[in-house]
């Protein structure tokens, strides 16, 4: 199986839809600029200081069937259907992403955020939501990867721009992924070591095993597109409603490339006492009922079953 990204089609609208292009073109053609995004003033005012201007929010979305697998009882494994099945619904979200950016003529995207949703209407499947901020260089410059694809990255804007400053820019968003099944103990294991102090070897090789691989993964993608390295990398364990057995590794991190410090210092770090207040929330949600809360933590019917 492959867990590589697809070849990037410059361009390509496949996938979005008509309302998507219309208000990102209404956006680009409006005199002065008009931009859209969900950068903070810092970011916004640290964006421009790095050279580049906003342009607008783009997203990609795709609402995906997780197919089943059985997995046996005692068994470690890899569930590689449903791998697949949360590696490619995740590809399809940023490429989509990366063709609204090709609309506003984008050279990359910054502040991306992957996310998984549970719909209530939709309990065996999943939305998979990329978003984040397009923007374009002031000069212009070799800022895209291979293939016309807009550079992605999940860094902050201070993070950004700390980047660049340092003689280094961000090529691509990486990742790598890893659904397992972690064996059950039967009840002679479960009896022989219940009363002791002991490593259950089985359960530690399961899970260093599973994040190896979301490793291994993530860094053969940042190979791909030819990076120095990958920064910023998050690890998420995530079980999305499947069997108390089954966990998903998500590594994720920003693939880098560069030839060192540039010709422009770094200032010293320097201590600062923030005036800014705490984020108020903008909506206000009411606490779930109990039937609400109750579906909300219901399982997947479909993905990974054990037995």
Request: hydrophobic share 40%.
């Amino acid at each position: 199986m492959s867990y590589h990204r697809t070849t990037y089609v410059h361009d390509s609208r496949e996938g979005l839809p008509a309302h998507a292009v219309e208000r990102l073109q209404e956006g680009a053609q409006t005199a002065g600029g008009f931009f859209t995004s969900d950068l903070t003033v810092n970011e916004y005012v640290l964006l421009h200081q790095a050279g580049f201007e906003p342009l607008g929010l783009v997203m990609g979305t795709s609402l995906y069937h997780i197919g089943y697998q059985r997995a046996g009882w005692k068994q470690n494994m890899e569930l590689e259907v449903v791998t697949q099945a949360m590696y490619s619904a995740r590809e399809l979200a940023m490429t989509r992403m990366e063709e609204e950016a090709d609309v506003l003529g984008a050279d990359g995207i910054v502040g991306v955020r992957l996310d998984v949703r549970r719909k209530a209407w939709a309990t065996s499947m999943a939305e998979f939501l990329a978003i984040g901020t397009a923007v374009k260089a002031v000069q212009p410059g070799e800022w895209k990867s291979e293939g016309g694809r807009p550079f992605t990255s999940d860094l902050s804007s201070q993070d950004f721009w700390t980047l660049l400053r340092s003689g280094h820019r961000p090529l691509a968003l990486v990742m790598g992924t890893c659904v397992y099944h972690i064996a059950h103990r039967g009840f002679a294991q479960w009896l022989s070591q219940g009363l002791k102090n002991i490593e259950m070897t089985n359960f530690t090789q399961a899970l260093y095993d599973a994040r190896e691989m979301a490793l291994k993964r993530m860094q053969e993608e940042a190979l791909v597109v030819k990076s120095k390295g990958i920064v910023g990398v998050t690890i998420e364990e995530r079980t999305y409603g499947w069997d108390s057995h089954v966990l998903e590794y998500f590594a994720i991190g920003t693939a880098v490339t560069g030839t060192g410090p540039s010709s422009k210092p770094i200032p010293e770090p320097m201590f600062t006492i923030s005036l800014n207040d705490a984020p108020r929330n903008k909506i206000i949600r009411s606490d779930p009922s109990p039937s609400t809360a109750k579906n909300a933590q219901g399982g997947m019917d479909a993905g990974a079953a054990a037995g």
